[in-house]
């Protein structure tokens, strides 16, 4: 998917930042800052950073942006903020989708693009060390001169940053057979708020030695620390690659389709599924006419030695519930299948502003959940289109707003769509975060113990509360 510019979505969050204490004097931050490179407090600029691609604001203006240029930087401004309880929010590339990376009133904007060297590729253990500021594509990019990979792939890769991608766990088409980023992490150097600096996991692929402290910062949204260095695994590039699409009568079908092929134990590297509002959106928006050959669509990639064996298997099983079932003859048309797929979200962007969610549910119940939406939908007369990574069961519901802001009446339907979720056993988020956008009803799902510990956690790394505060979960 090419990038969309969302930055003219602005939404406003009632919450503030607050400190717990009076802050810095001016004198004491001009210090701090006397000993930093790279920083301004440019209005514009400010502008710029107080929010992510969601357009999610808290109140106010940040005070300042640090743009670090090493990991003694990141621990010099921590340890300064933590004294002063000043509001820390680290920004990777902005392009997050839950307002993760938005900053209000007196805060530090921590910037770690500039911390973008890719430091190692090791192509015999097929490891990298990259810094957090490394865009994710240009990672896969210099790992395919080895024959390598990175396997996560953000549709947002080619803008987002390691990062951004670690902080967030983000996933990609790719999820289907090579899992998240937390998949590929295997060690990260952490800078915690008081300033010092934590060392987790191994450079090896296996390793079990104490708690899995690499697993609690993937995920953990800037709220625990900062992540100077990663070392991260590559993939072998595939072999071979080999695209179906299947057309269907209805999405509840094609939802049905995608669970049967993990019934049949077959194991896609892709598995996209389209709702039928979706494919009119893509047809208006690229010239195309997929919404004449069925009401939904489903794309599916097998790769590897076995890929022409696989997709054979898997076209059998589209053929017993689609209206239309078609291999690609070469990788042009298989490009140009899935590039439909990437160009999904830009295409419904066209229609409008757009709120879009991210929610899980058990493969299995893939089909209740597209029913279920229809029918929120229908009965609220809100317009919402549906994309999948059906082999994860992760729905993207892309509800489209009526004005600038979503009203009482979206909003009732984006948390309908959250409660269908979790009432067929799945989650709020499996890729774009909590960020300040699902904080009321992060509690519904983690309960009142999970919350405890949660709060435990948070303290341990974080007491003064300085790291994305208003953020937590
Ligand atoms: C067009 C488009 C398509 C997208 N497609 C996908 C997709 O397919 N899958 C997906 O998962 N997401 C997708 N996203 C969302 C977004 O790109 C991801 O969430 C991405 O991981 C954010 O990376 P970033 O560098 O932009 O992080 P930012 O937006 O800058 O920050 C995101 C969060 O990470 C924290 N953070 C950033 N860097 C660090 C660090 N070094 N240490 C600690 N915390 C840090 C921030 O505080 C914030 O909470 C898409 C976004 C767009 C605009």
Redo the contacts with the bound molecule.
């Keep these: ?1 090419h ?2 510019d ?1 930055d003219d979505q602005e939404h406003t969050m009632t919450s503030t930042f607050s400190r717990t204490e009076p802050g810095a004097s001016a004198a004491a931050l001009a210090e701090l800052l006397s000993t930093i490179d790279d920083w301004s407090v440019d209005g514009d600029e400010l502008l710029r950073v107080r929010s ?2 969601s357009g999610w604001l808290v109140e106010g203006l940040p005070e300042v942006v640090i743009r670090v240029t090493s990991a003694d930087e990141v621990s010099r401004v921590l340890a300064f903020a933590t004294l002063h309880r000043i509001p820390v ?9 839950s307002g ?2 938005s900053a209000g009133e007196g805060s530090i904007v921590l910037d ?1 693009s500039s911390l973008n060297r890719i430091h190692q590729i090791d192509p015999e253990n097929q490891i990298a060390i990259v810094g ?1 500021g490394v865009i994710t594509a240009d990672l896969d990019r210099a790992a395919a001169a080895h024959g390598l990979r990175y396997a996560p792939d ?3 890769a080619a ?3 390691i ?6 766990n ?3 088409l790719r999820g289907a057979k090579y899992g998240v980023t937390r998949d590929a992490v295997l060690a990260l150097t952490v800078v915690l708020a008081d300033g010092r600096i934590l060392r987790t996991g191994r450079q090896t692929i296996k390793g079990v030695t104490g708690y899995d402290l690499t697993s609690l910062i993937v995920g953990s ?2 709220t625990l ?4 260095e990663a070392t991260v695994r590559l993939q072998p590039v595939p072999v071979e690659t080999q695209t179906v699409v299947a057309f269907f009568d209805t999405v509840v079908d094609a939802a049905a389709a995608a669970t049967a092929i993990g019934l049949a134990r077959l194991q896609p590297s892709l598995l996209e599924l389209m709702d039928g509002p979706t494919l009119h959106a893509v047809d208006d928006a690229q010239g195309t006419d997929y919404h004449r050959r069925g009401t939904a669509f489903l794309v599916a990639q097998t790769d590897g030695f076995g890929a022409s064996a696989e997709i054979e298997r898997i076209t059998a099983v589209l053929r017993r519930g689609a209206r239309e079932v078609t291999r690609a003859l070469d990788p042009i048309e298989a490009e140009e299948l899935v590039r439909a797929r990437r160009l999904a ?2 295409s419904i962007e066209t229609r409008g502003r757009v709120l879009i969610e991210d929610v899980v549910v058990p493969r299995t119940r893939l089909a209740e959940a597209f029913l279920g939406i229809q029918q929120i939908a229908q009965e609220s007369g809100v317009q919402v289109f549906v994309i999948a990574h059906a082999a994860d069961g992760n729905l993207h519901p892309i509800i489209l707003l009526a004005a600038e802001e979503p009203s009482e009446r979206e909003w009732h339907v984006a948390g309908l769509i959250f409660e269908l979720a979790l009432r067929l056993g799945g989650t709020l988020t499996g ?3 909590v ?1 300040l956008l699902k904080q009321r009803w992060v509690r519904g799902e983690l309960g009142e113990t999970g919350s405890a510990v949660h709060a435990g956690i948070k303290s341990l790394f974080d007491p003064a509360g300085i790291l ?1 505060p208003g ?1 937590s979960f």
Excluded: F, W
Aim: proline residues 8%.
């Design positions: 998917m990038p969309t969302h992510d691609r929010v680290t920004r990777g590339a902005g392009t997050g989708l993760g990376a770690v957090p953000p549709a947002s803008i987002s940053s990062g951004g991608n670690i902080a967030t983000a996933g990609g949204e800037g620390g900062v992540v100077v979200l830009p890729e774009h975060g960020g994305n953020k």
